[in-house]
Structure formats: structure tokens, C-alpha cells
């Protein structure tokens, strides 16, 4: 580009802009190292009073690197029934995920597909029920579950769950959808393939990767929601992570709070959302923004 | 689409004209969708807005009529009004801090560096980790005897602070908390955003001489607005009614200093089991959401442009 090349020039030309490159370089990982020591420096201190004694961990000045030692997480597995937490957060997030997106790419391939009339005002109706707050619907909820007997259950929380999540997952894939070229789906039904077939032969494998993405994505929002279980939980047929580690907080311990299991748990809770972004930060990108930017 | 013939080769000949087919398959399709959203959103909130005119009893075992009580009680309710003047600060500065951080954030992970991928996946963390451990990791962090910040402020100023006790203190630390967990995820789609404004015209402005303030006001910003005022509703609509941060970091607290309206409908119902105060409570969130939503509908009208 002609534009490029003569800023280019511009630029080598004289030595004082060089020197000025070299001073921005400066102010870019300056403002790096800022950003990655104040969004990191959380994560130091609970790993850090994780891994340290008790003995150590309340003292004055804070010891800032104390002897490894991995006894909080066997005094947490003592004190609580953490086997039972990890395996509701885990049963409870997974099948969240899976529930929301079949159920929302079944209605988004409708939306993206069938051309009935009003089918976009639907949509968008659909779309703005995202902005309910679940705090404004969370007495009638409890009143609900209580009836149908689903209280302290962990099919109750799948399904306020998967509800939440349900709308903005249409969203993104009716964009992904809209993108499938139809020819394909075309051949398919004048060689006679029935809606099942279409949906589960065709569509499934072209939109893997937008399904997936929001797999993780819905799984990431049910492993961190603590309101549902916090309102609907009672006992460890339910109870979440997240909501062990409030009735943690809340316990006393000799010397004050326990930060230690806190800070125990809060390092078990975080871990499989730092794996997640790790491995598949790119998709996720992409799905979250999809919403937003078309 | 055509699948009536998949239906009459199985035998079942029924004359069903395509047209009314499409409408079969479209609703079959979005009914389950629809129907969990209309049973666990819609019809609670209805719920919601009737219960407000209601009055329960005896740990929400008897309920009758009310009539406009619940919501005459409001304003003399200590906690209502802590609560409406903290969500509102609390909202609006989140979001402006929110909106400037994850612009700035943007900009950031936008440069050219190495391990740039790195920094990006870094700056999801915050979005993805649960916001009762964000809490939680920030109170032992502030914690006024063993926190690490607090250790550093008394290393430079001899004393160490007590927020939590501090009114302006746990307000500050409340919204600064909430800008940490929720500013990343603004620069993810900000981030998006710019990746979308054509090279060539930066290029153009610096052979204009644009230098890189000009360039971000007169080019970056004018085609990224919309991003910002969608961004901006959607953040303030769904701050507006959220409680984690707030239950885990103050609990409201010291007094109703941090008290928001999310918060007062989860004790009034879940642990007094007030349900029509609660329920009026709710109905007043509502009510600001949607004033809220059509504002940000409004201005995005306005600020639409198309490049």
C-alpha cells in the first residue's frame, strides 16, 4: 500500500523517530506488565495461602513465599463434603451445557431457517428475555420448584439453570447458522432427508466448533453461578462449590476467618476455568463476541 | 423446505400444504426453548409482579391482599433506600471505569508483542473465574491485619487501612472489585471491535498527520460507538441486578453502605421470607431495567453508523 510504504520511508529516515519506536516499545510493555501484575496478583495470593501453613499464613508481614505444603486441601476434604460438591458442580455445570445448547440450537436453526412471518420480531423477543434478572424471579422460582418438588435437587438447578443460559446461546447460533451455506441442506431434502437427518447429519458437523464453544461457554456461566444454588440448595444432594465456599467463609475459625480453606477451594473452583480459557481461548473469543459484533 | 414427502412415503397421508408444514417444524423446533423460558422466566415474573400486592405471614405460610402497601413501605424501609443509591453509584461508575478500562485494555492486547496470545487468554481469566472467589480472594487480600495490599499501603504510608469498616472504603473497594472481574470481558469485545476497522484508514490519517490521540477520536472511536452504547446497556442492565460480588465482599455492609437491590430482594425473600416485600422490590429492578433498556435502544438509534 502506497500509504504504508511512505510512512515507512518516513519513519527510517531520520534517527530521532527510531529513538521514539524504542520509547513507545518501553510504554507498551510498561503498561503490559501493569496490566498482567494487577489482573495476576489475586491468583498469587490465594495459590500462595493455599499451598502455605496456617502458621503461616497469618502473620505480620505476610510471608510471601512459605514452605509448599499441600495439608489444606486434605483438612478442607475433612471438614467438608467436598467429593459430593465437586461431583454436583461438575454433574450440574456439564449437563447445563449439554441441555442449553441442544435446546437452543434446535430453536436457532428455526430461527435462521424457516422463513415463517415474525419470525425475527420472535427472535428478538426471545433474545430480550436475556435481560430479565434472575433476583426479580427468584421467590416465584422457589414457590415452583418447591411444588414440582424439585428443591434441593440437582435437576432443578440443570433447568433454572439451562434457562438462563438458553437465550444469549440462540443468539450466537443463529449468526453461526445464518453462515451455513443452504445449498447443502437443499440437496439433502430433495434426496429426502428428513428434519432429524438434517439437523443431526448435516448441521451438527458444519457447526461443531460454534456448539462446542458454547459448551464451554455455558459450562464456564453454570460452574460460577452461585445465586441458584445459594436460593435452592440445602443439603450436599445439591450444594455447589460455590456455595460450599460461602458457608466456608462463614465459618470461624480460632484465629479468625479460615483463609486458608478458603483460599483452598477458591484455587479448586478456579482451576478448571484457567484450563478452559488455556486450551480454547480463541473459540471462546469467538463465541462471546459473536453476540455483539456481526 | 419440503418434507412432506419424507411423511407420505412412511404411509401417513396426510394433506398437509408446505406452507403449514414450515409452521409445524418452526414450532416444534422452538417449543422447548420457548416453553423453558416462558415457565422459568416469563411466568416468574409475572408471579413476581403479583406477589408484590400481596402480604405473607408467619414465614411466608399466610398470605393476603395488599393492596399498594408493600410498595408504600418502601421508601420508609432503611435498606430500600441505602440500596437505590448504591446500585445507582454503583452501576454507573462500574460501567464508566468498565467502559474506559476495557478500551484502554483493548488497546493494549491490540499492539503487536510476543506472547500476545498469552496476554489475551490471560485477560479471560477474570471473566471466567467464579465472582464469590473474586470476592472472596479481594477481602483476604484487603483484609485490614494479614492482606497483601494492605501490607504494601502500610509500607508506604505507616498505617494499615480498614476498608471494610469504612463506608467509602467498602464502596470503593465494592465498584473497584467489579471493575477487575468485569472489564476484561468489555475489552474481549472491544478488542473484536477494532479488529474490524479497516487498516487503510489509520493509514490514511497518518499520512494526514493524525497522531495517535487523533486517531483514536476521530477514526477508532465514531466506528466502534455502537459496540460501546450495546456494551454499555447490556453491562448496566445486568450489573443493575447482580448480587455475588456484593454477598461475598461486603454483604452490604458496614450498615447499608454497599446495600443494592439485589441483594435486599434475596434477604427479604430467601431468609425472611417476606415475599411481597421482596416481590415489590423486585418489581422496582424491573421497572429500572426496562427504563434502562429502552434508553440503550434509544441511544443506539442514534449512534448507528455503517462502514
Known sequence: ?294 | MNLSQTWSARGVRLHISRRAWQYIIFIVLVAPAVLLRFGTAAYPIAQTIRLSFRKFEFYGTVESYAGLENFRYLPDDFGFRGAIEFTVLFVVCSTALQLILGMLIAQLLNAEFKGRALARAVNLIPWAIPTIVAAYAFRWILDDQFGMITHWVSLVTGSRPVIFIDPDGARAAVILVNVWKNAPFMAVVFLAGLQGIPEDLYDAAKVDGANAVQRFFFITLPLIIPLVVTMGTFFVIWQVASLDLIYGLTSGGPGVATQVLALRVFEEGLRYFNYGFASAIGVVLLGLVAVIGLIGILLFRRFEVTY
Open chain 1, 1 to 294: 500500500m502506497v500509504s504504508r510504504a511512505l510512512t515507512r520511508t518516513h519513519e527510517h529516515s531520520s534517527g530521532h523517530s527510531s529513538w521514539r519506536h524504542t520509547l513507545r516499545r518501553v510504554q507498551l510493555y510498561m503498561a503490559l506488565f501493569l496490566f498482567l501484575f494487577v489482573i495476576l496478583s489475586p491468583f498469587f495470593w490465594i495459590v500462595k495461602s493455599a499451598l502455605s501453613r496456617p502458621d503461616q499464613l497469618f502473620k505480620i508481614p505476610p510471608v510471601y513465599i512459605p514452605d509448599a505444603t499441600l495439608e489444606n486441601f486434605k483438612t478442607l476434604a475433612e471438614q467438608v463434603p467436598l467429593y459430593e460438591y465437586v461431583r454436583n458442580s461438575l454433574i450440574i455445570s456439564t449437563a447445563t451445557a449439554l441441555v442449553s445448547v441442544t435446546l437452543a440450537f434446535m430453536a436457532a436453526y428455526a430461527f435462521a431457517r424457516i422463513a415463517i412471518p415474525g419470525r425475527n420480531v420472535l427472535l428478538w423477543l426471545f433474545v430480550l428475555t436475556m435481560a430479565l434478572p434472575e433476583i426479580a424471579t427468584i421467590v416465584p422460582l422457589y414457590r415452583l420448584l418447591a411444588e414440582a418438588n424439585m428443591l434441593d435437587t440437582r435437576t432443578g438447578l440443570i433447568v433454572v439453570m439451562s434457562s438462563v443460559l438458553v437465550p444469549f446461546t440462540v443468539w450466537v447460533l443463529v449468526a453461526f447458522i445464518q453462515q451455513v451455506p443452504f445449498e447443502i441442506e437443499e440437496a439433502a431434502i430433495i434426496d429426502g432427508a428428513n428434519l432429524f437427518h438434517i439437523l443431526t447429519r448435516i448441521m451438527l458437523p458444519l457447526t461443531s466448533p460454534a456448539l462446542a464453544t458454547m459448551v464451554v461457554i455455558n459450562f464456564i456461566n453454570a460452574w460460577n453461578n452461585l445465586l441458584y444454588p445459594l436460593a435452592f440448595s440445602a443439603t450436599e444432594q445439591s450444594k455447589t462449590l460455590s456455595v460450599a465456599i460461602t458457608e466456608i467463609f462463614q465459618a470461624r475459625a480460632p484465629w479468625g476467618r479460615p483463609w486458608n480453606l478458603v483460599s483452598t477451594l477458591g484455587v479448586t473452583m478456579v482451576l478448571p476455568a484457567i484450563i478452559l480459557v488455556l486450551f480454547s481461548q480463541k473459540a471462546i473469543v469467538r463465541g462471546l463476541t459473536r453476540g455483539a459484533i456481526k
